[in-house]
């Protein structure tokens, strides 16, 4: 069964750096498989943040976090990460990473429907 465990989250200033990390376990797929990040912030649903194509050259982001994460994925050490720059008290969530089911070229990135195996999620506090 594939694991997939967060790491890296915790509490930060207003305008400063985390980079949070996903590590997955028993999924000889790993590379062809499209990956991202989502977030949940309490009362609200569930967003998502990043995604990333099987082989890293395509990313996606939500408008709210263009120009300030970077996702990325390492298909050798079967981990994927997610740099946040310049952090906001409105970013604060417990953050998840999931697999994607399938690779539909970008198409449906951003819904979590379309994700079938999920991290147990880390929290990241930005405090003003």
């Known amino acids: 069964q594939v694991q997939l465990v967060e790491s890296g989250g915790g509490s930060v200033q207003a305008e400063g750096s985390l980079k949070l990390s996903c590590s997955v376990s028993r999924n000889d797929m790993f590379s062809s498989r499209a990956m991202a990040w989502f977030r949940q912030a309490p009362g609200a649903e569930r967003e998502a943040v990043a995604g990333i194509s099987p082989a890293g050259g395509a990313t996606f982001y939500a408008d709210s976090v263009k120009g300030r994460f970077i996702i990325s994925r390492d298909n050798g050490k079967k981990v994927l990460y997610l740099q946040m720059d310049s952090l906001k008290p409105e970013d604060t969530a417990l953050y998840y990473c999931?697999?994607?089911?399938?690779?539909?070229?970008?198409?449906?990135?951003?819904?979590?429907?379309?994700?079938?195996?999920w991290g147990q999620g880390i929290q990241v506090t930005v405090f003003a």
């Open positions: 999931a697999i994607k089911k399938k690779w539909y070229g970008g198409k449906y990135w951003d819904r979590s429907d379309e994700y079938g195996t």
